[in-house]
Nanobody, 127 residues
């Protein structure tokens, strides 16, 4: 499966943003999808994941209540809605996919668990 992340940009603190991860090349509905981010000088960090059927979702504690992950399997796309952006959210955001029917509450928070990666989209939040 090929992944294309988009939707990043330069925004101000407090703004909202919607990232998209468009997939092609396989039966996307059988994949769990995660979002990760990497800030300059920092390691890649798990942000959120959604299961193949979108029933299960999972977030890192620092984004709970501000980030919402969702998917539209008919459009082969996973979304990450971000609200109340903070300067600390500045990073390159990557989407990743793995073919699994596991509930993401029991998996899918480390990069090693994913087989496919998008190219990343830059989010920059100014204070």
């Amino acid at each position: 499966v090929q992944l294309q992340a988009s939707g990043g940009g330069l925004v101000q603190a407090g703004d909202s943003l919607s990232l998209s991860c468009a997939a092609s090349g396989s039966t996307f509905s059988t994949y769990a999808v995660g979002w990760f981010r990497q800030a300059p000088g920092k390691e890649r960090e798990f942000v959120a994941a959604i299961g193949w059927s979108d029933i299960s979702t999972r977030y890192v504690d620092s984004v709970k209540g501000r980030f919402t992950i969702s998917r539209d399997n008919a459009e082969n796309t996973v979304y990450l809605q971000i609200s109340s952006l903070k300067p600390d959210d500045t990073a390159v955001y990557f989407c990743a996919a793995v073919r699994t029917r596991r509930n993401v509450n029991y998996c899918c928070t480390t990069g090693q668990e994913y087989d496919y990666w998008g190219q990343g989209t830059q989010v920059t939040v100014s204070s």
